[in-house]
């Protein structure tokens, strides 16, 4: 399955000396080996990066705008391959992998435009016959590091916009879906870029993240993982004094007002809650509804949980597959055991699901009695868990919602725009749902606060991590 990729340095796919199995998450059998990095071919790749430095700023805003145009229109022509790869590594269902390859297609196609529009600004200066010019100049080498859980669309938000600002890239995709980002990178080769401007190094920590962490050429790095790797990733990077931007964890309030549309949100709640088998860092996990509606809600939620089909993300008719190893799976089912001890209800799921005798599957799960002070409450669950609790006025439920160290995401449903708006003022996240939960687009900013990372991705503000400012006083 890997046989025609590898790993990509200087323009060149190479086998490498080493390797390493990948396992399917529905079988829980090989899918194959694949090429890992030594620190020497770590090495190896930002040194062609390095050499691609001057190439990829001497092509200019326009010469990269139209290779991130044919990368684009490649990717889109081998959708088909790309979403298979998504939902053969990962498990997820063929219909979510397509618009996770969509939305990666999406960010090369929007950042060719931002490429055209990376402007500078001219300042009168109080010297006689001088001014300021102030300009944007990309960082240099860009050190990319990306989870499984979205092995398409999380390589594409680092890879779109650094190439759009001139700014090579070493990336080190999660060795658990790997195929993912090789076929992205064998899609960038149609850009026609210089060599070097994307390199691809597959492998563990010591291998791949030291040598790109200890390496000063290296000038910036972002990270889609968890808050802990953020966390030693912000103090590896102080060495080299590297520009550091992350998405990390969420644990989002979800919060259902009492003059809410029931049955439509319930409709999109629980389509969202499962998709990815809750494997997404802004999947709702914490689940305030008020008192009066609490109970409808269950039965709704329950109805529409007990509903999904579980298999192989390849079937027709699948919902939602596996977590993505048997690590999650041991994990998510002690987290429901913990709730159960602490006095919470399972009203529908709570278990590994019965009628696989392989791969990790968990059965939709349904919690309510939950209190904030369990850990399923206050802390990300990351799986296909919905734990609900009830409040009773406005002033409460936001003051609970706000109570997380983490800041990723939030969501509220209401039909009043006036507490829609309030709900926004007061919810801290970098991003708010109101009666939707379509934060991800290619032209909007994506990323949180406080223990949910830093910087943005997406949007007109997702280049500006890529590039420095430069002031220059010219006096005639």
Same mark, same amino acid.
């Given at each position: ?5 590898? *790993? ?50 001497? =092509?200019?805003?326009?010469?990269? !705008?139209?290779?991130? $145009?044919?990368?684009? &229109? %490649? ?5 088909? #391959? ?11 269902? *063929? ?38 010019? +102030? ?16 092995? !398409? ?17 070493? *990336? ?18 149609? /850009? ?8 691809? +190094?597959? /492998? ?9 962490? !200890? ?13 802990? +790797?953020?966390?030693? @990733?912000?103090?590896?990077?102080? &060495? ?6 992350? #998405? ?41 509804? $008020?008192?009066?509606? $609490? ?14 089909? =579980? ?7 699948? !919902? @939602? ?5 048997? /690590? ?26 019965? $009628?696989?005798? %392989? ?18 409450? &206050? ?28 800041? =990723? ?8 725009? &006036? ?23 290619? %032209? ?16 007109? %503000? ?15």
């Amino acid at each position: 399955m890997y046989e025609k990729f590898g *790993l990509f340095i200087d323009g060149s796919w190479t086998k490498g000396t080493t390797s390493a199995d990948v396992t399917s998450p529905v079988s829980e059998k090989s899918l194959g080996q694949v090429a890992t990095a030594t620190p020497e071919d770590t090495l190896s790749a930002i040194d062609a990066a390095a050499r691609a430095v001057p190439a990829l700023r001497n =092509l200019g805003g326009f010469g990269r !705008a139209d290779a991130l $145009h044919k990368i684009a &229109d %490649e990717m889109i022509a081998r959708t088909d #391959e790309g979403a298979r790869m998504i939902s053969t590594e990962t498990g997820k269902p *063929l219909v979510q992998a397509g618009r996770e390859w969509a939305l990666a297609c999406d960010q090369f196609r929007w950042y060719a435009e931002e490429a055209r529009r990376i402007y500078g600004r001219i300042v009168d200066s109080r010297v006689p016959g001088g001014r300021f010019e +102030v300009t944007r100049e990309a960082v240099g080498i860009v050190g990319a590091f990306t989870a499984w859980n979205f092995p !398409a669309a999380l390589p594409a938000r680092k890879i779109a916009p650094a190439l759009a600002a001139g700014c090579p890239v070493v *990336l080190r995709p999660s060795s658990q879906t790997p195929g993912v980002a090789m076929v992205m990178v064998d899609c960038i080769r149609a /850009g026609g870029l210089p060599d070097g401007a994307v390199n691809l +190094v597959v /492998g563990s920590t010591g291998n791949t993240y030291a040598p790109i962490m !200890a390496d000063a050429r290296v000038r910036k790095v972002s990270l889609t993982g968890s808050t802990r +790797v953020g966390q030693q @990733m912000i103090r590896d990077a102080a &060495d080299t004094v590297k520009k550091v931007s992350m #998405e990390l964890g969420g644990n989002a309030p979800y919060i259902l007002y009492d003059d809410a549309d029931l049955e439509a949100a319930l409709d999109v709640t629980v389509a969202t809650k499962f998709a990815n088998c809750g494997q997404v860092c802004v999947t709702p996990d914490r689940f305030f509804v $008020h008192e009066s509606l $609490h109970d409808a809600f269950v039965e709704g939620f329950v109805k529409r949980a007990e509903a999904i089909q =579980l298999g192989d993300g390849l079937a027709e008719g699948v !919902a @939602m597959g596996p977590l993505i190893n048997a /690590g999650r799976l041991t994990e998510i089912d002690a987290i429901v055991r913990d709730a159960i001890k602490a006095g919470a209800t399972v009203a529908t799921g709570g278990q590994r699901a019965p $009628h696989f005798n %392989e791969g990790y599957f968990f059965e939709p799960t349904v919690l309510t009695g939950v209190t904030d002070s369990m850990k399923v409450f &206050d802390e990300e669950n990351f799986g296909p868990i919905a734990a609900i609790t009830t409040f009773k006025d406005e002033d409460e439920v936001l003051a609970r919602a706000n109570a997380s160290t983490m800041g =990723l995401s939030a969501y509220a449903f209401t039909s009043s725009p &006036d507490r829609a708006r309030r709900t926004v003022a007061a919810l801290k996240a970098g991003m708010v749902g109101i009666n939707s939960f379509a934060l991800a687009a290619s %032209e909007v900013p994506f990323g949180g606060t406080n223990f949910s990372g830093m910087g943005r991705e997406g949007g007109t %503000e997702g280049i500006e991590d890529y590039l420095d400012t430069k002031l220059a006083q010219i006096v005639f």
